[in-house]
C-alpha cells in the first residue's frame, strides 16, 4: 500500500478521528433516545451522516487550536 505524503496527515486524521468518533457517539446517543427498534439502524445511519459532514471539518480546525491550548496546560518531553 502506498503511503500518503506528511502534508496529508492533518487531512487524514481529520477524517480518521472523526468516523471514528462520530460512529461510537451516534450510536450511543441514538440508542439512548430510540432504544434498540426496529428502525434504530435507519435512525443511528442519519445521524450518522448528518454528523460525519459536521465533524470532520470542525476536527480539522480545531485540532490545531485545541493542541496548542493543551501544550500551554501539559508540560511536554
Not at 4 to 13: K, Q, T
Not at 44 to 68: D, N
Request: net charge positive; charged share 10%; no cysteine.
Amino acid at each position: 500500500m502506498t503511503k500518503l505524503p506528511a502534508r496529508r496527515f492533518h487531512l487524514v486524521f481529520s477524517v480518521v478521528m472523526g468516523v471514528m468518533m462520530v460512529f461510537l457517539m451516534t450510536f450511543v446517543i441514538t440508542m439512548v433516545n430510540v432504544g434498540w427498534q426496529a428502525n434504530f439502524l435507519a435512525a443511528w445511519a442519519k445521524a450518522y451522516a448528518v454528523a460525519l459532514v459536521v465533524a470532520i471539518p470542525v476536527i480539522y480546525y480545531l485540532a490545531p487550536i485545541a493542541r496548542k491550548i493543551t501544550a500551554r496546560w501539559v508540560n511536554l518531553p
